[in-house]
């Protein structure tokens, strides 16, 4: 398979195959080959066998983005795809998706339902490797639904927050 990302901010095209022989795979990538094996530790962290030699890789996504940090050194990629997707789309359009960066516990929650936000307005609060983050609405609208409680362990992908979303003024 074929991928066109970005790896901070300059465009990379490499592909990924089977090996032959079935156990594990083939990365090429400007001119290079590394056959690699990978072993999911959590959703976070992978240890890959690369060309015989262990590689422990952490991983954290938010939308189109993935942090990479990969023996001291952190890389920026985003799916290309995703992004012209994203260009293309209005806020009515968008996921209604208040996911969290990575797996992380929520320590407050800010809003009510039926409560109106604003774009970028703070809705919860998680807490994850001992820092904090704050999850905002992508939108104004009204708060639908709260999928979460205090104290409960969650992970990307998982909506926190679902907001019918509103008009943006200038849009």
């Known amino acids: ?11 990379r095209i490499f592909t990924v195959t089977p090996r032959p022989a079935g156990e594990g795979k083939i990365a090429r990538l400007e001119g290079r080959e590394y056959c690699f094996r990978s072993l999911s530790i959590n959703a976070n962290e992978l240890l890959l066998e690369v060309d015989g030699r262990l590689v422990p890789i952490f991983i954290a ?5 993935t942090h990479i940090s990969l023996r001291g ?3 920026l990629l985003e799916d290309q795809a995703a992004l012209r997707v994203k260009r ?4 009515h359009d968008l996921a209604r998706q208040v996911t969290p960066p990575m797996p992380a516990a929520v320590i407050r929650i800010l809003v009510i339902e039926g409560a ?9 609060v998680v807490s994850a490797m001992k820092m ?3 999850l905002a609405a992508p939108y104004p609208g ?6 979460t409680t205090l104290g409960a362990q969650v992970k990307p992908g998982d909506i926190l927050v679902e907001i019918e979303p509103e008009e943006e003024n200038g849009d």
């Open 1 to 11: 398979m074929e991928y066109r990302l970005m790896l901070n901010e300059e465009e």
């Open 61 to 65: 996504t938010e939308g189109s983005k």
């Open 73 to 75: 050194e952190t890389y």
């Open 88 to 91: 293309k789309e209005r806020p």
């Open 116 to 124: 109106r936000v604003e774009r970028g307005e703070a809705l919860l």
């Open 132 to 134: 904090e983050s704050t």
């Open 142 to 147: 009204l708060v639908k639904k709260i999928n």
